[in-house]
């Protein structure tokens, strides 16, 4: 049977999960949370890093550093509900100290307890779930967890535990809950808000790398200010956290900013640190985008062997044909997107009459005159528009389109400097005059920034 321990005023039965009060207060833990808590009763005054943590609490799956803020999180919250001590301390970067005197009762002396289940803590364990989903937007238009959750259950959570008092990790989890209500396009609006909830949290934890890290991000993707999302996420990444999505947000901001060598170095940390990640549409999109189409040929073949093809792959598939001149291959690869959206046989066939007859040219102006889907262009519209008009040749309507992207600030803008798709209008003057607007909003390229954006 799994053992009882008693600390303070409380006993946990970890064969069920029940903690008691002595002042009769009953609660049953979650199995994680159960988990955790045997864990940290085992090991009294001893330093539990992280990873052990993880490996003895999540093992074999693969989860973040979130996910153990969380759950370390609700513990404390439970707890403090009957009692204000101090039970949980943080090492800052290493991970946490049980600090109470604890005690095994044998089986025997175990006192007996009502069987009831509370319900209150479903809602709640929803969040560490939540966090496993939570992530900026990426160019691949794919995430590394699909699991989904109510993120004003987390908000609710969060709030709860800041009413007992200020806590870094809840901050962090409020900023990251908010920011899976908001669109992907709407941050800009909404980033002074994330980014003060940020602040807070690093002022309490200076060191809670996951806050400097979404913080380095909204920079990015909120106030669109490159020297600085530069500045903050350099530093995490020689922190050395390089967490998987760290290392492919990481990378996508680098290239944004036309730090080539800094994505082919994080593409590198991916291959050594996280293998199970590497083989993802966004790494053959990025060695796309960095001019190495050999390698970005050679990712997307493996993933196209491996893996189910699905819209990401196609995507990347697409516009490395895209690059390396191979219309029959691109059109291959729209023709599976076309399908995989839902366009019926009659029109996936009306498509491939236009392609023989008017090549890709004809393809981007049907599309152009009936986008069918936004997702046909790889982004929403106004952007997808640009990126078909690009493909019609109607380069005018191009830099349109593009403008009307850039003054809504629809996030993928923000690579328009670095993608060669865009070549065709290096030298358009509308092209021009939107660069020098995005350097100016961007404060970018500075010095470190690559020639290529000067040579546009």
Same mark, same amino acid.
């Given at each position: 049977?799994?053992?009882?321990? &008693?600390?303070?005023?409380?006993?946990?039965?970890?064969?069920?999960?029940?903690?008691?009060?002595?002042?009769?207060?009953?609660?049953? @833990?979650?199995?994680?949370?159960?988990?955790?808590?045997?864990?940290?009763?085992?090991?009294?005054?001893?330093?539990?890093?992280?990873?052990?943590? +993880?490996? /003895?609490?999540?093992?074999?799956?693969? +989860?973040?550093?979130?996910?153990?803020?969380?759950?370390?999180?609700?513990?404390?919250?439970?707890? &403090?509900?009957?009692?204000?001590?101090? $039970?949980?301390?943080?090492?800052?970067?290493?991970?946490?100290?049980?600090?109470?005197?604890?005690?095994?009762?044998?089986?025997?002396?175990?006192?007996?307890?009502?069987?009831?289940?509370?319900?209150?803590?479903?809602?709640?364990?929803? +969040?560490?779930? #939540?966090?496993?989903?939570?992530?900026?937007?990426?160019?691949?238009?794919?995430?590394?967890?699909? %699991?989904?959750?109510?993120?004003?259950?987390?908000?609710?959570?969060?709030?709860?535990? @800041?009413?007992?008092?200020?806590?870094?990790?809840?901050?962090?989890?409020?900023?990251?809950?908010?920011?899976?209500?908001?669109?992907?396009?709407?941050?800009?609006? !909404?980033?002074?808000?994330?980014?003060?909830?940020?602040?807070?949290?690093?002022?309490?934890?200076?060191?809670?790398?996951? /806050?400097?890290?979404?913080?380095?991000?909204?920079?990015?993707?909120?106030?669109?200010?490159?020297?600085?999302? $530069?500045?903050?996420?350099?530093?995490? $990444?020689?922190?050395?956290?390089?967490?998987?999505?760290?290392?492919?947000?990481?990378?996508?901001?680098?290239?944004?900013?036309?730090?080539?060598?800094?994505?082919?170095?994080?593409?590198?940390?991916?291959?050594?640190?996280?293998? %199970?990640?590497?083989?993802?549409?966004?790494?053959?999109?990025?060695?796309?985008?960095?001019?190495?189409?050999?390698? /970005?040929?050679?990712?997307?073949?493996?993933?196209?062997?491996?893996?189910?093809?699905?819209?990401?792959?196609?995507?990347?598939?697409?516009?490395?044909?895209?690059?390396?001149?191979?219309?029959?291959?691109?059109?291959?690869?729209?023709?599976?997107?076309?399908?995989?959206?839902?366009?019926?046989?009659?029109?996936? &066939?009306? #498509?491939?009459?236009?392609?023989?007859?008017?090549?890709?040219?004809?393809?981007?102006?049907?599309?152009?005159?009936?986008?069918?889907?936004?997702?046909?262009? !790889?982004?929403?519209?106004?952007?997808?528009?640009?990126?078909?008009?690009?493909?019609?040749?109607? @380069?005018?309507?191009?830099?349109?389109?593009?403008?009307?992207?850039?003054?809504? &600030?629809?996030?993928?803008?923000?690579?328009?400097? +670095?993608?060669?798709?865009?070549?065709?209008?290096?030298?358009?003057?509308?092209? @021009?005059?939107?660069?020098?607007? #995005?350097?100016?909003?961007?404060?970018?390229?500075?010095?470190?920034?690559?020639?290529?954006?000067?040579?546009?």
């Amino acid at each position: 049977m799994s053992p009882s321990f &008693r600390f303070g005023p409380w006993v946990f039965h970890s064969h069920d999960g029940q903690l008691q009060h002595t002042n009769g207060w009953e609660h049953t @833990l979650e199995p994680r949370l159960a988990r955790l808590l045997m864990l940290f009763c085992e090991n009294p005054d001893r330093l539990l890093t992280k990873d052990q943590i +993880v490996d /003895a609490v999540w093992a074999p799956r693969i +989860v973040t550093d979130d996910s153990l803020v969380v759950a370390v999180s609700q513990l404390r919250k439970i707890l &403090r509900e009957q009692d204000d001590d101090n $039970y949980i301390k943080t090492r800052s970067g290493r991970g946490y100290v049980w600090l109470p005197e604890t005690i095994e009762i044998p089986s025997n002396q175990s006192s007996t307890r009502n069987n009831k289940l509370i319900a209150s803590l479903v809602a709640i364990t929803l +969040v560490v779930v #939540f966090i496993l989903m939570m992530a900026l937007p990426q160019q691949s238009n794919t995430s590394i967890s699909s %699991e989904q959750t109510d993120p004003d259950t987390a908000i609710q959570h969060f709030r709860d535990v @800041l009413d007992i008092g200020p806590d870094a990790d809840a901050y962090l989890g409020l900023a990251h809950a908010k920011l899976a209500r908001i669109d992907e396009n709407e941050i800009p609006r !909404h980033a002074e808000e994330l980014l003060a909830l940020l602040e807070r949290a690093l002022e309490l934890n200076p060191n809670l790398v996951d /806050a400097q890290r979404l913080k380095g991000m909204l920079q990015f993707y909120g106030h669109w200010d490159f020297a600085a999302a $530069y500045q903050t996420l350099v530093e995490v $990444y020689d922190s050395g956290k390089r967490t998987p999505r760290f290392l492919i947000q990481y990378s996508e901001v680098m290239l944004a900013l036309g730090e080539f060598d800094r994505v082919v170095e994080a593409i590198g940390s991916l291959r050594t640190l996280h293998p %199970e990640y590497f083989s993802t549409p966004t790494i053959a999109w990025l060695y796309l985008i960095v001019g190495d189409n050999a390698s /970005a040929q050679r990712e997307i073949d493996r993933i196209l062997r491996s893996d189910p093809p699905n819209f990401g792959s196609h995507l990347s598939a697409q516009h490395i044909a895209y690059a390396q001149h191979d219309f029959k291959v691109a059109f291959k690869h729209l023709s599976a997107l076309m399908a995989l959206d839902g366009m019926p046989q009659s029109t996936l &066939r009306e #498509f491939q009459r236009i392609f023989e007859n008017e090549g890709m040219v004809g393809v981007h102006t049907a599309l152009l005159a009936n986008p069918r889907s936004p997702r046909l262009g !790889h982004y929403a519209p106004p952007l997808s528009l640009a990126r078909h008009a690009i493909g019609a040749d109607r @380069l005018d309507l191009a830099v349109e389109h593009l403008q009307q992207a850039f003054d809504q &600030r629809q996030f993928s803008v923000l690579w328009i400097l +670095v993608d060669p798709f865009y070549e065709p209008l290096y030298q358009h003057p509308g092209f @021009l005059r939107l660069k020098e607007e #995005f350097q100016e909003t961007t404060g970018w390229p500075q010095e470190q920034a690559r020639p290529l954006l000067e040579n546009i």
